[in-house]
RNA sequence: CGGGGCGUGGCGCAGCCUGGUAGCGCACCCGGCUGGGGGCCGGGCGGUCGCAGGUUCAAAUCCUGCCGCCCCGACCA
């Protein structure tokens, strides 16, 4: 059914909001879909409800196809996370009732839902099975941002899979992609499913679905050629070759005064930057590790935490030298007595250039193997242009994207402590073997609105949209085409056409604005001009294309709209 | 947690440096006009200047502390 704008909770703002950065933040907010209530905390207004709630239908429509819709409560025991051990993560909210008992607000639901799992499936033949729920999640979030993107408190959907082996979890798995795939394709999202890092707990396999976006947290690499798509955290690459001089047979020091950079090094010496090893001491559980990549090269943190399988942080200049005898800037791998060298695998071949551990010397031909010994790993951040590890010819390119949904092979991480356990065919006890699956509501529709606006507004995927069609009604009390408005209304509520009609006293400039601002997919003009033939004016809002179409054939011209 | 910025009517902002009557635009209310791109005229309502303390004859303005919000980074199971 339609809805009159006149009497509807429909607070648009001239001004963008001064605290809002992201455009979808901007937008919802100047579009009144959406109003903080306090750090991380959002309101949804009328109009963002209702998308919310379409969103949420296709969410359910696509998740019926293979599982079954449950409601578990976000308030929950403490016991049950001290179960699995979560209870001290510090983004979970920890509170208590009148009487002391510990309570904490979920975060997300594996206890839960495990919980439950582990007293009704008692047997392989109840399995597999696939739960899920749209609920509310609750995290304290160091930094919530971008308005609706990283908020403290955000609806999920969320599903777990419950089966009796890894090759169940692989269908279950499988089964998952592809209703993700229809989900965020009916959502009109530009999305790509990329591998995604599983964590310091280790798991075995994930994977996020990426919207491109400038607002996005997250960053992307893709490639120009073949499908290959990977979260930068686990980003693999082929850097370009370097232009490495003639090899030494040994190692040569060479004087290099106030070269502490590798663009001056590299300079100064006139080698290819990328000839050159660079070295970052860092310190990890108190011992000084050295750190090595190519000079064309970025160390990336979260891959040398997981080479260190531990926390880091950079080495002061005092460690530094008592660690290699010279200041930071001439120090390498040769000498020095560091407790670990690991280093990037595109220095595992070849000679490259490399501090000589002795203020303002460099040794030239350094080779690993031969001059020092080096744990190798992928250390390295990927950059636009490197090549495709897949399909070895495409470049790559490194993009933001907005996390809009994960997948996760949880194995018995959770059904082992919760003992969530089913009988096999000869009564053996195994524990269920499980995954985890998320998506967030809110980034569905913040992303929808970065990859689809202009500079008049957000233009809503037809999918998700607030309404199908806004119309505006010109004119006043006793004008004809009021009489006319009221004809179209009926007609595209008895043809299931949702529209909200502007029929508030205000200018028609204003409310063209905002019929923009707020981006339903066909704008309908109602005013006297074409009222006297009785016709109208059907715009799409994408493109804002128009034709006058008579009043009788209105429902079909935004049909047509919609498709 | 580290760095930066901001807090003045519902919204966007000026005033603060150089202390002395709290201001502008929009929105809102009343009346009228207008009616295809944020329109016009007239009349109104609304603010303990984030909070607390201090300096001063006098504080939005200077000082101290606290709180809140935003941005960058760290973190993100």
């Known amino acids: 059914m339609g809805v009159r704008a006149s009497g509807y909770l429909l607070p648009t703002l001239k001004d963008d909001p001064a605290d809002a950065e992201a455009i979808s933040h901007r937008l919802l907010v100047r579009g009144g879909f959406v109003r903080i209530l306090g750090s991380g905390l959002y309101t949804y207004l009328p109009l963002g409800w209702r998308v919310m709630q379409r969103i949420a239908a296709i969410l359910r429509e696509e998740m019926d196809t293979i599982a079954m819709e449950v409601s578990m409560p976000v308030l929950q025991p403490a016991s049950l996370w001290q179960e699995t051990g979560r209870d001290g993560i510090p983004e979970l909210f920890k509170l208590e009732d009148n009487s002391g008992k510990r309570y904490v607000l979920a975060m997300t639901h594996e206890e839960a839902f495990t919980y439950h799992a582990a007293r009704e499936i008692r047997s392989y033949r109840e399995l597999p099975q696939i739960w899920y729920q749209i609920q509310i999640k609750e995290r304290d979030e160091p930094r919530p941002r971008s308005g609706i993107l990283r908020t403290r408190e955000f609806l999920m959907k969320d599903a777990y899979s419950f089966d009796r082996d890894e090759d ?51 960053r992307l690499v893709l490639c120009s050629n073949c499908d290959y798509a990977a979260n930068l955290e686990v980003a693999r690459s082929i850097p370009r070759p370097p232009q ?68 880091f942080r950079p080495a002061t200049p005092e460690e530094i030298r008592e660690s290699f005898g010279a200041d930071p800037g001439s120090i390498g791998p040769v000498g020095g007595r560091p407790a670990r060298v690991i280093a990037d695998d595109s220095l595992r071949d070849g000679q490259f250039v490399s501090g000589a551990n002795r203020t303002g010397y460099h040794l030239l031909g350094v080779q690993a193997g031969r001059d020092f010994k080096a744990e190798f790993h992928d250390l390295r951040e990927v950059t636009d242009g490197e090549h495709c590890p897949e399909c070895q010819t495409g470049t790559l390119r490194v993009e933001r994207a907005i996390e809009v949904g994960n997948i996760f092979k949880l194995g018995t991480k959770y059904s082992e402590p919760l003992r969530a356990t089913y009988l096999d065919e000869g009564g053996n006890e195994h524990p269920i073997v499980m995954g985890s699956y998320g998506i967030g509501l809110a980034r569905i529709m913040a992303a929808a609105v970065e990859q689809s606006h202009d500079e008049h507004g957000i233009v809503w995927p037809a999918s998700i949209a607030p309404f199908d069609a806004h119309m505006v009604v010109i004119g006043g009390g006793g004008d004809p085409q009021v ?70 054939g209105v429902a079909a011209a935004v049909r047509k709209v919609l498709e």
């Open 168 to 218: 169940g979890l692989d269908a279950s798995y499988r089964r998952h992609i592809d209703v993700y795939r229809r989900i965020f394709e009916r959502c009109g999202l530009q999305f790509w499913m990329v591998e995604s890092d599983t964590g310091m707990m280790g798991g075995l396999g994930a994977h996020e679905f990426m919207a491109p976006s400038p607002s996005g947290e997250d």
């Open 483 to 552: 009489e006319t408005a009221v004809a179209i209304e009926h007609e595209l509520d008895a043809d299931g056409v949702c529209v909200l009609v502007d029929d508030r006293d205000a200018g028609p400039g204003a409310r063209f604005a905002d019929a923009e601002l707020i981006g339903a997919p066909a704008r309908i003009t109602v005013g006297k001009r074409t009222a006297a033939d009785s016709t109208v004016d059907v715009q799409t809002r994408r493109g804002r294309t128009q034709e006058t179409v008579p009043v009788s």
């Open 244 to 311: 490495f001089p003639e090899p030494l047979d040994e190692p040569r020091e060479v004087p290099t005064p106030g070269a502490t950079t590798i663009e001056g090094l590299a300079e100064m010496l006139g080698v290819d930057p990328a000839a050159t090893a660079k070295a970052m001491p860092v310190v990890a559980e108190g011992e000084v590790v050295l750190a090595l990549v190519r000079g064309d090269q970025r160390l990336h943190e979260m891959k040398t935490r997981k080479a260190l399988q531990t926390e």
